[in-house]
């Protein structure tokens, strides 16, 4: 392990890897459920079953990816090995989600459910390992916020270019089953991409070891269950993340039902989505700089639970007012992702300190397991949203006209659902609190280091 002075190169090769992730995290939730429904003709509450079981086993099977990681030994660390072979397993079975070799209906519907939980399954052995690394790479609180810095400017990136270019696919592939095979064969291509270069591009770094582990996982669940900190930070995460997805759920059917712009809507409203964060990064980590990170946190929540709810005016509004709206949700968005990815290393180094044992694979196994359900979670409510509400499924590649009902259902669950998803479980943050150490300063990206987050 070292201590500070990771190389530039090390910072974007680790941060490449957020193309898979930012890839995987984005697109299953705002084109799977509209897959479903509108493509293949599985009834809405259906659907958010299919979407919503096949993330539940990550969380089982991601802590065990995260046990399996910390007691790896190899010549290329214990986390590498599985950013190459968890990362292309993802991207073959990835693309064969939108495969459809049965054509449309119940049993298409149950391919993309094996086929999902499969591509799941692959990506916990992927997202563990790459988000146990900065605790293991540097024990300085600076190093890992630079690299947390590096790793949210390309996962930005990667959300904006996934999210706005894959709906674009589907349409100049021909829309329909065709569209989403083009689809499904762009997205494998940039996990690849991004696999790859995070492979390499951490090769020079240290090999880093996990250390010392509690004897079983139960022991370990026991320990990462004793960290107030981590428990606070995980449960407002998870909650969050069904909100920020159910946003996503409800980008297609948002554009169809409400703005009535079906081709060019689902891009736009993705990327006034995500396009803020690319903008206010250096605002909200000069927010975290002034105020600390669960501060920020609190705030950025705020924002975007306030931009959440002022869209319900969205049928009166102009679409320049909704995009505006959309963008100030955006704002919000990318201070939440900001934050809460920089407090969880402070999380565990603190764990390490207390405990004398270092095992970031559990403690991320268990985040990243509650953040893939979270997101698995806002499509499944979303569906049950367009199921109770009357939602008209279509097997044509076009949305049915759908009754007033349904319509009213896709605008509440855009906007007041994920208002009271993110503004909720901020109240947990008052107890979330971390040991500082001394001399606070700011690194180059602004965000309070040399402290941990408070």
């Not at 890992?144 to 400017?153: E, K, L, P, V």
């Not at 929540?301 to 319900?312: I, R």
Request: aromatic residues 8%; proline residues 7%; charged residues 10%.
């Amino acid at each position: 392990m070292t201590v500070s002075g990771l190389p530039r190169r090390v910072h974007l090769g680790y941060a490449l890897g957020s193309l898979v992730t930012g890839a995987f995290g984005t697109v299953p939730g705002l084109l799977l459920l509209p897959y479903l429904t509108d493509t293949l003709g599985v009834a809405a509450g259906m659907a958010a079953l299919l979407v919503l079981l096949p993330k539940a086993w990550d969380v089982l099977v991601n802590p065990v990816a995260g046990r399996i990681s910390d007691r790896t030994r190899s010549r290329w660390g214990p986390r590498r090995p599985y950013l190459l072979a968890g990362g292309l397993a993802l991207a073959v079975l990835f693309a064969s989600i939108f495969a459809a070799p049965f054509g449309t209906g119940p049993a298409a519907g149950a391919y993309v459910a094996v086929a999902f939980l499969a591509t799941a399954t692959a990506f916990a052995f992927f997202q563990v390992p790459y988000v146990a690394m900065p605790a293991e790479l540097t024990a300085d609180p600076a190093e890992r916020t630079r690299m947390m810095g590096w790793r949210i400017a390309v996962l930005a990136l990667a959300i904006l270019v996934s999210g706005a270019v894959a709906p674009a696919v589907v349409t100049g592939g021909g829309g329909g089953v065709p569209g989403h095979r083009w689809m499904g064969l762009f997205v494998a291509a940039l996990i690849v991409a991004g696999t790859v270069g995070a492979f390499l591009g951490t090769r020079t770094a240290p090999v880093g070891m996990a250390g010392e582990s509690e004897p079983s996982l139960r022991a370990q669940l026991a320990v990462a269950a004793g960290n107030r900190p981590f428990r606070a930070l995980l449960v407002c995460f998870v909650v969050q993340s069904a909100g920020v997805a159910t946003v996503l759920a409800g980008v297609k059917y948002f554009a169809d039902q409400v703005l009535a712009a079906p081709d060019t809507g689902p891009t736009l409203l993705f990327a006034c989505f995500v396009g803020p964060a690319l903008l206010v990064m250096p605002l909200w980590t000069r927010v975290g700089a002034r105020a600390g990170k669960r501060a920020g946190l609190v705030a950025a929540s705020l924002l975007f639970a306030a931009g959440a709810t002022a869209l319900v005016a969205a049928p009166a509004l102009p679409a320049a007012g909704v995009y505006a709206v959309v963008a100030l949700i955006g704002a919000g968005y990318a201070g939440q992702q900001v934050f809460a990815l920089a407090m969880l290393p402070d999380c565990i180094a603190y764990d390490t300190a207390r405990t004398g044992r270092r095992q970031a694979g559990v403690f991320t196994g268990l985040w990243t397991a509650g953040e893939t359900f979270g997101l698995a979670l806002g499509p499944g409510i979303y569906g049950l949203v367009l199921q109770f509400s009357g939602y008209v499924s279509s097997s044509t590649g076009v949305a049915a006209a759908q009754p007033a009902t349904a319509r009213l259902g896709v605008l509440l669950g855009f906007t007041l659902l994920p208002a009271l998803l993110v503004a909720t479980p901020v109240v947990l943050l008052r107890t979330y609190t971390l040991p500082p150490t001394p001399t606070p300063r700011s690194d180059d990206h602004g965000v309070v280091v040399g402290e941990e987050s408070r």
